[in-house]
Nanobody, 124 residues
């Protein structure tokens, strides 16, 4: 499966953005999806994950209550709605996929397929 992340941009603190992760090559419905982010000079960190059906989600503490992960398997697309953005949310955001596992996966090495990343910059 090939993943294409989009929707990043430059926003002010408190604004919202919605990132999209479009899949091609194979149906997204056979994969669990994760979002990760990497700030300059930092390691890539887990943001959120959603099960293949959308029935289960899990978030990093730093984004809980502000970000919402979702998916539309009919459109072969996953989303990350980001509200109340903070300067510390500035990073390149990546979507990733792994075959259905039934277990929450939060480590980047647990994901097999990656999109190219989309830059999110939040100014104060």
């Amino acid at each position: 499966v090939q993943l294409q992340a989009s929707g990043g941009g430059l926003v002010q603190a408190g604004d919202s953005l919605r990132l999209s992760c479009a899949a091609s090559g194979r149906t997204l419905g056979t994969y669990d999806i994760g979002w990760f982010r990497q700030a300059p000079g930092m390691e890539r960190k887990f943001v959120a994950t959603i099960s293949w059906s959308g029935g289960s989600t899990y978030y990093a503490d730093s984004v809980k209550g502000r970000f919402t992960i979702s998916r539309d398997n009919a459109k072969n697309t996953a989303y990350l709605q980001m509200n109340s953005l903070k300067p510390e949310d500035t990073a390149v955001y990546y979507c990733a996929a792994r075959p259905i596992s039934g277990v929450v996966r939060t480590r980047d090495y647990e994901y097999d397929y990656w999109g190219q990343g989309t830059q999110v910059t939040v100014s104060s």
